[in-house]
């Protein structure tokens, strides 16, 4: 499976962006997604994850009420719809694919997008 990841950009505090990740190959729809951001310096944190029918999501609390994941099997997409951005959602983003578990270990997924840079502005 190889991982697009796009959409990201510069945005003022408070603005929004919707980032997509579109995956190849015939088997999307039975792998888990997940987002993970990396802002500079830190670590890799986990944003969000969604299970493979897309019946279940699971958030960060840093995200919760903001942030909102879907995905499309048809279009073998996922989609990060971010409102109210703040500063500190300043991160490359990535997306994931993985097995339908503990979606905010990034050691449960197997494949990753190349990440796309979410710059907020204050």
């Known amino acids: 499976v190889q991982l697009q990841a796009s959409g990201g950009g510069l945005v003022q505090a408070g603005g929004s962006l919707r980032l997509s990740c579109t995956a190849s190959?015939?088997?999307?729809?039975?792998?888990?997604m997940g987002w993970f951001r990396q802002a500079p310096g830190k670590g890799r944190e986990f944003v969000v994850g969604?299970?493979?029918?897309?019946?279940?999501?699971y958030y960060a609390d840093s995200v919760k009420g903001r942030f909102t994941i879907s995905r499309d099997n048809t279009k073998n997409t996922v989609y990060l719809q971010m409102n109210s951005l703040k500063p500190e959602d300043t991160a490359v983003y990535y997306c994931?694919?993985?097995?339908?578990?503990?979606?905010?270990?990034?050691?449960?997924?197997?494949?990753w997008g190349q990440g796309t840079l979410v710059t907020v502005s204050s």
């Open positions: 994931a694919a993985s097995g339908d578990s503990d979606y905010d270990d990034p050691y449960e997924y197997t494949y």
């Open positions: 190959g015939r088997t999307f729809s039975s792998y888990g």
């Open positions: 969604i299970s493979p029918g897309g019946g279940s999501t």
